[in-house]
């Protein structure tokens, strides 16, 4: 148990749905992100949140919302997505943006657009 | 823009064998970390081993070695008497020295390692 937990593990959607994604991490750290990883592609970042912040976002479609109501807790909010759109989707935190030590990681939600 | 490559998408070994996979990197940057990451089969993704780069020293953690070689842009992991739980994707990823955008983490595409019992 590395102390980053997601939700759902598994979750399939149609195109119309909204759901969210929920990641949750007990090591109290302050910087917490999104990655999205599709076979054969390197991972992917999406955002960054820090002390609460958004410090990056990659170019990510609207249809994905991240929030961050606090340091513990991070939310990815999925609406009308397109079938391209499934892949792994990974919570990552450490103990500050862009710090030289490592990501812990959670065991990811596996998305499945239909 | 910094990129990490890694030629092997699939690699395998032999229990109790040794195995090597490969990992370059194209920087302009002198300072920089850079790390080994494995992901079980439905499991979270757990850091191996990490290397800095103004380190001259190999970095080793147990049964884990890397072959860091800074001019020529390698990183290599080397997993010694391969045990049935290596069984993994293998990531290698780059990091900056600097903070911000360009402390975060790049990665490689991954190599499957399978170990044959």
């Known amino acids: 148990e590395t102390g980053v937990t997601q939700t759902p593990r598994h979750l399939v959607m149609g195109m119309t749905n909204k759901k969210s994604l929920k990641c949750e991490q007990h090591?109290?750290?302050?910087?917490m992100y999104w990655y999205k990883q599709s076979a054969k592609k390197p991972l992917e970042l999406m955002f960054v949140?820090?002390?609460?912040?958004?410090?990056e976002n990659n170019s990510v479609p609207s249809r994905f919302s991240p929030e961050c109501p606090n340091s513990s807790h991070l939310f990815l909010h999925l609406h009308t997505l397109q079938p391209e759109d499934s892949a792994l989707y990974l919570c990552?935190?450490?103990?500050?943006?862009?710090?030289?030590?490592?990501?812990?990681f959670g065991p990811g939600t596996r998305l499945t657009v239909t | 823009a910094q990129t990490v490559t890694q030629s092997q998408p699939e690699m395998s070994v032999q229990e109790a064998e040794t195995v090597t996979l490969s990992c370059t990197y194209d920087?302009?940057?002198?300072?920089?970390?850079l790390f080994w990451y494995k992901q079980p089969p439905s499991r979270q993704m757990i850091l191996v081993i990490r290397?800095?780069?103004?380190?001259?020293q190999n970095a080793t953690e147990n049964r884990f070695s890397v072959n860091f070689q800074k001019a020529a842009k390698s990183f290599s992991l080397k997993i010694s008497d391969s045990q049935l739980g290596d069984a993994a994707m293998y990531f290698c990823?780059?990091?900056?020295?600097?903070?911000?955008?360009?402390?975060?983490?790049?990665f490689g595409k991954g190599t499957k390692l399978s170990v044959k019992p």
């Open positions: 990552a935190s450490s103990p500050k943006w862009g710090d030289a030590y490592e990501q812990y």
């Open positions: 090591l109290g750290h302050n910087a």
């Open positions: 949140y820090n002390f609460k912040e958004q410090t």
């Open positions: 920087t302009s940057e002198s300072d920089y970390y």
């Open positions: 290397q800095e780069a103004y380190k001259q």
């Open positions: 990823a780059y990091r900056s020295a600097n903070g911000g955008s360009q402390g975060n983490l790049i």
